[in-house]
């Protein structure tokens, strides 16, 4: 029974790789092809998602560390990046009036307004890349599985955050 079970488990595991492996090259054949299709007059890719990020919010604005939750690029480069989208008009940068200590970024007027046009034609990509390939069903089969390994990636780094927490409260941990 027992090399039974060992044997699933490597099954499975091969299955996982295999799985993460067409995840993760999909992925940067998508990005790619985005990427190269992507309106680069204005923003880049990168630019663009803080916006997209921003629009979803209310008032279009959130605290600089909640955007860096949703982004895919380093804490550093968010803040440099927001840096550069403020020099030019695209976004406003202001204190957090509920905690003097944090910063608020928003969409500025304009970079609404820019947001909005380069979507539409980003959308158009996006379309081309993946709703031809896909039915309506494979799409809603793919954000399910999507965000199940999303969620499941949020569980994982609450647990590392809060273990890590509790070390910093135990007297066997030196500090």
């Known amino acids: 029974m027992g090399a039974v079970a060992s ?3 490597v099954n499975d595991q091969a299955i996982a ?3 993460w492996e067409a995840l993760s090259r999909a992925q940067v054949s998508v990005m790619r092809y985005l990427g190269a299709e992507f309106p680069t007059g204005e923003l880049s890719l990168n630019e663009y998602d803080v916006l997209l990020n921003l629009s979803r919010q209310p008032e279009h604005r959130l605290r600089l560390n909640d955007l860096n939750q949703h982004l895919l690029i380093t804490q550093p ?7 550069r989208l403020v020099s030019r008009g695209i976004l406003a940068k202001a204190v957090d009036p509920t905690d003097a200590r944090g910063v608020v970024v928003a ?5 609404y307004r820019l947001f909005a046009a380069l979507a539409q034609e980003h959308m158009g990509s996006i379309q081309t890349r993946v709703g031809s390939v896909l039915s309506p069903e494979e799409m809603l089969t ?4 999507c965000d199940k390994l999303r ?9 590392a955050s809060a273990e890590l927490s509790s070390a910093d409260h135990r007297p066997d941990v030196q500090q």
């Open 151 to 159: 969620l499941a990636g949020r569980w994982v780094e609450r647990s």
């Open 17 to 19: 790789v295999t799985a």
């Open 77 to 83: 480069s968010v803040s440099r990046l927001v840096d």
């Open 7 to 9: 044997l699933d488990a």
């Open 142 to 145: 793919l954000a399910r599985l």
């Open 107 to 111: 969409l500025t007027d304009h970079g």
